[in-house]
């Protein structure tokens, strides 16, 4: 039998992997259940008291909010990005318009938060411009809650979920929608009934994308959310960073990553019953 | 169900300032099986296109049934098509497959069944039922595609190159199928190829196309025996063409003088030519006999009687296809094989040969003043 070099070849990032990844995430298991310390730190004995915490109201409001954020987050990006995916694959300028969409990756996350900040924040652009024109007498308070949370968000992700798209859309057998067509279907049932489904996989794929991220969401919240729009992200921060409460930190972020790691499996599993149907 | 007849009444379109259909004008009758022929980028693919509705024309009018299509689009005329692709659903089985357009149509669930089920029998594939596109060979994903296009009962139906897919043998066979099921149908069929096998062995009519434009339209037979152009000739099956100066007319028959053959050739005047043409003569290779000793020639019959030397042979099996060289000139020549004893010893390689052709069987392709 022929020697499978494949597990040497993946030594290096296995290890890699180990170091970094598994061994935190252990670490982090681990942390949950034991107990805060008084000064700061962990001791070394069994508690539930991290995970009877997150039953607490204000935390499981957080998760709420968390929650709703992210999937108005994913389903607002998927219905920005399907278009203009369709439009990219359909155009001729195809590669510029995909450059235009890597563009923003240059800049750097913060500072494209706070470029909205310079246009929605009280002495920003627009404030500047309606107050001008007289439209309205004092500043508009457009920022410091979930829909300006939500808002650039969706803005941050957008490119997340319109390269997956992209990339089935232009996969996607047009031909196909004459076919419906030819046999009687309008152009909204082909879209329906061929197109959609056609490209489920790259829906499934840019909803993962935007959704999960802004599930641990944490810069965008804090900069531009307030108290009002506060999501677990900020809650682990300042579980660390103020409280100094390791073990629910850990108990949380263990419960962001299970719902990761949930809605990865249910992708998996509607992916590969798909491709055994179309094998 | 019954066929639709067409109508194209001067049809142009052009891509990009290219025009690729240029001022088309013919009808299809009713329950015709009639094919368009033609080399890729003749304009036959767009031609049907513009029928199925696909495509929009710039001027003309394309008439089913004597309706005006302008304002119909594509899921509103009583077209179907079958795609060079199939564009089968691949989410889709064989049955949700077949069943979609009737799905579209809101019919009941019972209908539908009986319906799809008619239809699979009558491309043989009952029991495929549950299995996917990706699961299917490509005649069976063929067939899958008869059944979508054919179960909404369509006047006509369009193929688009529909079996070039597929290899030699299984394309005979479903050949003969398609031309059984436009027997059992009698819908029109409008069938896209640039496989001249094809076009003759099953249509009632083919058109000949080349750059935008028909050339001929015709029986096989037509088309094949009596080509009306040097295109025409040459794209469907092989022929010669011999140039000469118009010598001698007299009656049906007129004689050239060939610059290449040194010698006067009779041909058939089909079209009225005057001395002192230029013109150009097609002649089908299988026309021509090949005998070492030379024919008698009677006063009656309008022969043409060469001398040439023997070029080249290919075998074919039922027939081997001789090069003749005159002064330089190749002429082919198609000799069938027959029993053993009317060609006890087969003519060689570089061997002199008489070869000659009744004046009836050439026919005038081009003639200019």
């Not at chain 2, 020639?297 to 090069?323: C, R």
Request: with cysteine; proline share 4%; glycine share 6%.
């Amino acid at each position: 039998m022929k020697k499978n070099y494949g597990t040497i070849y993946s030594l290096p990032l296995s290890v890699w992997l180990a170091f970094f990844f598994i061994g935190p995430t252990l670490i982090i298991f681990l942390y949950s259940f034991l107990k805060k310390s008084p000064f700061g730190g962990v001791e070394r004995s069994f508690s539930l008291d991290a995970f009877a915490f997150l039953f607490n109201p204000t935390v499981l409001q957080i998760a709420w909010m968390t929650l709703y954020i992210s999937i108005a987050v994913a389903v607002i990006t998927l219905f920005l990005a399907l278009p203009t995916a369709y439009f990219m694959a359909k155009s001729r300028y195809k590669d510029s318009l995909l450059l235009f969409i890597i563009i923003p990756f240059w800049v750097n996350f913060l500072i494209r938060i706070y470029a909205w900040i310079a246009i929605l924040g009280n002495n920003g652009f627009i404030n500047n411009f309606l107050i001008q024109t007289g439209l309205v007498s004092d500043n508009f308070q457009f920022l410091y809650n979930p829909y300006a949370v939500v808002l650039i968000t969706v803005y941050t992700y957008l490119p997340y979920a319109i390269l997956p798209l992209y990339s089935t859309i232009e996969k996607f057998d047009f031909g196909l929608l004459e076919a419906s067509k030819d046999l009687g279907a309008t152009h909204f049932q082909g879209l329906k009934k061929i197109f959609i489904p056609g490209i489920k996989s790259g829906i499934y794929t840019a909803f993962l994308f935007t959704f999960i991220p802004a599930l641990g969401s944490y810069a965008v919240p804090q900069l531009v959310g307030g108290t009002s729009s506060m999501m677990l992200g900020n809650v682990i921060a300042r579980e660390i960073i103020i409280t100094r409460n390791f073990p629910l930190a850990s108990a949380i972020s263990l419960i962001l990553s299970l719902l990761t790691i949930i809605g990865i499996l249910v992708f998996m599993k509607k992916n590969e019953n798909e491709k055994k149907a179309v094998k | 169900m019954s066929g639709t007849s067409v109508e194209i009444q001067g049809l142009s379109k052009s891509f990009d300032n290219h025009q690729v259909l240029k001022n088309l004008s013919f009808d299809i009758r009713s329950g015709e099986f009639f094919s368009i022929l033609g080399p890729s980028g003749c304009g036959k693919t767009t031609l049907l296109r513009i029928i199925g509705g696909f495509e929009e024309e710039d001027s003309g009018v394309v008439l089913l049934d004597n309706v005006d299509m302008k304002n119909y689009p594509a899921n509103k005329r009583k077209t179907n098509t079958i795609f060079q692709s199939y564009a089968l659903f691949p989410h889709l089985t064989v049955y949700e497959n077949i069943a979609f357009p009737l799905k579209i149509k809101k019919m009941t669930k019972p209908l539908i069944k009986n319906e799809v089920e008619k239809y699979l029998n009558m491309v043989k594939l009952s029991g495929y039922e549950k299995k996917y596109p990706k699961e299917l060979s490509g005649g069976q994903k063929q067939r899958v595609a008869i059944a979508r296009a054919l179960i909404n009962q369509p006047g006509i139906l369009l193929l688009d190159e529909p079996l070039s897919a597929l290899d030699a043998k299984l394309r005979q066979h479903m050949l003969v199928e398609l031309d059984s099921i436009h027997d059992q149908t009698g819908i029109t069929f409008i069938y896209i190829t640039h496989d001249q096998h094809e076009a003759l062995s099953v249509s009632d009519r083919v058109a000949v196309m080349n750059e935008g434009k028909i050339l001929q339209i015709g029986t096989p037979s037509e088309i094949y025996e009596s080509p009306k152009d040097a295109f025409v000739a040459d794209f469907i099956g092989e022929t010669n063409f011999i140039e000469g100066i118009v010598q001698e007319k007299g009656g049906k028959f007129a004689k050239l003088y060939s610059e290449t053959l040194k010698t006067m050739i009779e041909f058939d005047m089909d079209q009225s030519v005057e001395i002192g043409d230029k013109v150009k003569l097609t002649i089908r290779p299988e026309k021509i006999r090949v005998k070492r000793e030379n024919p008698q020639k009677t006063s009656s019959q309008h022969f043409n009687i060469l001398k040439g030397k023997v070029d080249e042979i290919i075998y074919h099996g039922f027939q081997s296809k001789f090069f003749i060289d005159i002064n330089g000139f190749i002429l082919k020549a198609f000799k069938p094989h027959l029993s053993y004893f009317e060609e006890s010893e087969r003519i060689g390689w570089k061997e002199e040969v008489y070869f000659w052709w009744d004046a009836d069987d050439s026919f005038l392709v081009e003639v200019s003043k």
